[in-house]
């Protein structure tokens, strides 16, 4: 431990602690734009500049190792100059177009700006750069970037891809893909982690809410709005509710404020998924092939396979993921049983995700119309002006508005879903213990055996791409013997999707965040009504009706799909 | 001929010195020579490239038969260099770092070459040319024909 004075207040930090950190501890308030706890530490931005007392240079404070008995000032007039200074000169680089950027009011370095009270002081002289927007996902706009590598380091260092990165050197540095790749023929896997760290505009998703708003208009069309689980579980935070609040009910309630015709829960798609993918996975099990089975909800993770390990397609589950499945019954079944015609019917998916864009237009179907993610469907509800945190709550639709499957929002949930459908499915009895703790948590990769029916089941879990990367090494080397694994792009699982809300690094920690959705959707399972996937009404109903069983022709042509490989980089 | 790049990584101890075998290679640096690199050293290539694109000494364009670098250090850019090298510019039909269609000429401008007591000074391959006037140019290029 040592102890130091920062604003001539004491503290104790542990042994190489930052005085950023000793800061925090003391609620001293120090501005970063580059700083990400455990990520990013290169001190480019400036702005965390301290006074040591001693020293004749300001020091950046995530930076530096807080020593015994320094003092440290986080609030001198020279320190408010020189950041200034530095606000300035990030300033002069950048595009100052807030009024059409998505970030407008949720970007730190405005706020800073705003803070500091920076004017426009020097004139931007560099060239207007291209702006990125190759992809159905993402865009990157370089005229707003002020350099300072969070994302280039959560892709490197949390995804472990390293799709982009600084290219070049001192003034003509920009963020890009090798040789500057359009990022739509680059190996980028869509996750949207940089979109959750970039400080300004120059990373988001690409915004799809004009689309939706003119298909509501279109009294022709049927709009319907499906809400994947992790959304509610963090929608609720873009309206100043505290971290973990489960907004299910004002966001079903505020869907149809904004015209939608019907809310359905992608919990419902989550249970089918269950099913036809516990069956497949028996179907391996008894003829031992292609085995480990990995799951196929996470759209960044099949990218990830296709270009990065194709040899391995094989053994990703033909399952389409809930939204796909989710498009597909609404735009068959549902349509015949509302005898709707399929080509009125709108389908908007609402996901924390922003890969979730790119799966949509996958093999072709056309079964969804638009993807928009939990940031996007928040912006629609500010843009109406709806008093989201006085609505009444209110019930999703039905049938597709009950499920099994809120799990799925977690890193673990599929595992555990399919858990309980594949126990009782091979048992024929009731589980004694519902919970699968050993799948549950926020580790990157998780293992545990269970005995099912006499035979051992070999499953792990793995969030992170970073954290599939090593699994993935293990399962060639045959140095473990799974039998069921499930993978998720983002750490933690969907709760911590790109499409999910910004975190604002000054209040809170990432990992407290991700703890507060997680237990936010674990109470939720707790008091479902029904929490095992083939027990859901309407799925049996779907099944006895119109799908037959699990497996059967025509749940493989609507429910699987095919996987191809992909060029990392396409010519 | 990726042959020639395993052997290089086998003899070399850093990425910048397999970038500069490369480079001696071919004269430049492209996607598929250091797309199969990074494969090899199971690298992202945008990490290749990031270091690659940090350095001066590192090209990405092509090179030609004969490479023309003219000096833009500041004795030879006070005695006329960069209109030297406008002129290249006009005749080839090439501007700085790029290559002629026929892969004959390409044209670099250079830091100082150190040899300050002839400028301005172009070099074409090993050959150094001291005291180049403008209207001298067409008659050196033409040399290479």
């Known amino acids: 431990m040592v102890t130091l004075k920062i604003n001539d207040k004491e503290v104790s930090v542990n042994d190489g602690d930052t005085i950023l950190d000793a800061a925090k501890k003391l609620n001293i308030f120090i501005p970063t734009l580059c700083y990400l706890k455990e990520i990013n530490k290169v001190a480019s931005c400036r702005m965390c500049l301290v006074e040591i007392k001693g020293l004749p240079k300001l020091m950046t404070s995530c930076s530096t190792e807080a020593k015994e008995g320094m003092e440290v000032y986080t609030e001198t007039d020279k320190i408010k100059e020189a950041r200034k200074n530095n606000l300035e000169l990030l300033l002069s680089n950048h595009n100052k177009d807030c009024d059409n950027c998505l970030k407008n009011n949720q970007c730190k370095f405005q706020e800073l700006l705003d803070k500091y009270d920076i004017k426009e002081k020097y004139k931007n002289t560099r060239e207007k ?47 890009g893909c090798a040789f500057e790749y359009p990022m739509v023929d680059s190996p980028c896997i869509g996750c949207g982690q940089c979109t959750l760290v970039c400080p300004t505009g120059a990373l988001t998703e690409k915004d799809d809410t004009k689309e939706v708003e003119n298909a509501i208009n279109n009294k022709d069309l049927h709009v319907i709005a499906c809400t994947a689980p992790a959304v509610r579980a963090a929608l609720g935070e873009e309206f100043d509710m505290p971290i973990g609040t489960n907004a299910k009910g004002k966001m079903v309630t505020s869907l149809r404020k904004l015209g939608f015709d019907k809310v359905f829960d992608v919990d419902f798609a989550a249970d089918l998924t269950i099913m036809e993918e516990v069956n497949e996975l028996i179907e391996r099990i008894k003829e031992n092939k292609n085995l480990p089975m990995f799951t196929s909800c996470s759209p960044g993770w099949i990218k990830y396979v296709e270009q990065y390990h194709p040899e391995l397609i094989d053994n990703l589950s033909t399952c389409k993921s809930p939204q796909q499945m989710m498009g597909a019954i609404l735009k068959t079944y549902y349509a015949k049983k509302e005898n709707i015609d399929p080509s009125k019917i709108f389908v908007v998916m609402i996901m924390p995700c922003i890969a979730k864009k790119f799966e949509r237009a996958r093999d072709g179907a056309n079964d969804i119309d638009v993807v928009l993610t939990t940031r996007e469907t928040a912006r629609m509800i500010k843009r109406q002006n709806i008093d989201f945190n006085s609505l009444e709550d209110s019930e999703y639709d039905l049938p597709l508005g009950i499920g099994a499957s809120v799990v799925f929002g977690s890193s673990g949930g599929v595992m555990e879903a399919a858990l309980r459908t594949l126990t009782e499915t091979l048992t024929n009895k009731p589980l004694e213990k519902i919970e699968f703790n050993e799948v549950r948590g926020l580790d990157g990769i998780k293992e545990a055996t269970y005995d099912v029916n006499g035979r051992e089941i070999n499953v792990a879990i793995v969030s992170g791409i970073k954290n599939a990367k090593k699994i993935i090494k293990k399962i060639k080397n045959k140095e473990v013997n799974y039998d069921f694994v499930e993978f998720m792009t983002c750490p933690g699982g969907c709760l911590n999707g790109g499409g999910q809300p910004y975190i604002d690094f000054d209040k809170y920690d990432v990992e407290e965040v991700k703890k507060l959705r997680m237990k936010c959707l674990m109470e939720e399972d707790k008091n479902l009504p029904i929490r095992k996937a083939h027990e859901n009404p309407s799925i049996k109903e779907l099944y006895k009706s119109f799908l037959d069983h699990p497996g059967s022709e025509l749940a493989e042509k609507l429910l699987h799909t095919k996987y191809e490989k992909r060029e990392k980089y396409k010519k | 001929m990726n042959k020639e790049i395993d052997e290089i990584i086998k003899n070399s101890e850093s990425l910048i010195e397999m970038l500069q075998k490369i480079q001696k290679i071919d004269g430049y640096l492209y996607f598929e020579r250091l797309f199969y690199l990074s494969e090899k050293l199971d690298m992202s290539l945008e990490d290749i490239y990031s270091t690659a694109t940090f350095y001066n000494g590192f090209s990405f364009n092509m090179k030609g038969k004969y490479q023309i670098n003219i000096c833009l250090g500041t004795v030879c850019y006070v005695k006329g260099s960069k209109e030297l090298s406008e002129e290249i510019s006009k005749i080839l039909n090439i501007k700085d770092g790029e290559c002629t269609k026929d892969g004959k000429f390409s044209l670099d401008t250079t830091r100082c070459l150190g040899c300050c007591s002839m400028a301005p000074v172009m070099k074409i391959n090993d ?19």
């Open chain 1, 129 to 175: 750069l291209n702006i990125d927007n190759s992809t159905t996902y993402l865009v990157r706009d370089s005229n707003k970037c002020i350099l300072c590598g969070r994302c280039v380091d959560v892709c490197s260092k949390v995804q472990d891809i390293s799709v982009i990165g600084r290219n070049g050197r001192g003034i003509t540095t920009q963020i």
């Open chain 2, 127 to 145: 050959d150094i040319y001291g005291f180049v006037k403008k209207e001298q140019v067409k008659e050196i290029l033409a040399k290479y024909n």
